[in-house]
């Protein structure tokens, strides 16, 4: 995880040197997948919400999907469902809007485990099973294993 962020920020760096705002999301999101997996959602929340601005800013509507996604579960993660829900509906919006699957996908999922963590079983289910046979035509495996389990 050390040379995650180490390579992360200095590709960071060096796109900014270069004014190139998608590069710098691009990196940013490594740096907040990485803050994410070490524990430190502050530092993941931050460079979401940048990468969100970028994104808006450059008309990336699938990277500002995935950015409201990624804080949708960070809220869940921290204990606010209402705020998790709130991102997740507005990331599967803009996915929808946009015809973007994958971000759709992942909104959904997110919405899924919303439901799941309320108790909610029969409303994560009708997030989360539509998605194992989109999963399994494009090879995804490891997502097929992680709704099943959700279920």
């Known amino acids: 995880f050390t040379t995650m962020a180490g390579d992360a920020a200095a590709a960071r760096e060096l796109f900014a040197e270069l004014e190139d705002g998608w590069g710098e999301l691009e990196a ?4 907040a997948m990485r803050a994410e997996i070490v524990g430190d959602y502050p ?3 931050r460079w979401l919400r940048a990468g969100l ?5 450059l008309g990336l509507w699938s990277d500002v999907s995935f950015r409201l996604s990624g804080l ?9 469902p209402a705020g998790a829900d709130e991102a997740l509906r507005r990331a599967r919006r803009l996915a929808v809007e946009h015809g973007d699957r994958a971000a759709e996908e992942f909104a959904d999922i997110g919405l899924g485990l919303v ?9 994560a289910a009708r997030h989360l099973r539509p998605w194992l ?5 494009i090879g995804g495996t490891a ?3 992680f709704v ?3 279920l």
């Open 148 to 150: 099943l389990a959700q």
């Open 53 to 57: 601005r970028v994104a808006e800013d």
């Open 133 to 137: 046979d989109w999963l399994g035509g």
């Open 43 to 45: 530092a993941a929340e």
């Open 72 to 80: 949708g579960r960070l809220s869940l993660l921290s204990g606010d």
């Open 143 to 145: 997502g097929r294993a």
């Open 28 to 31: 940013g999101y490594v740096l």
């Open 115 to 123: 439901a799941r963590r309320q108790g909610r079983l029969a409303a």
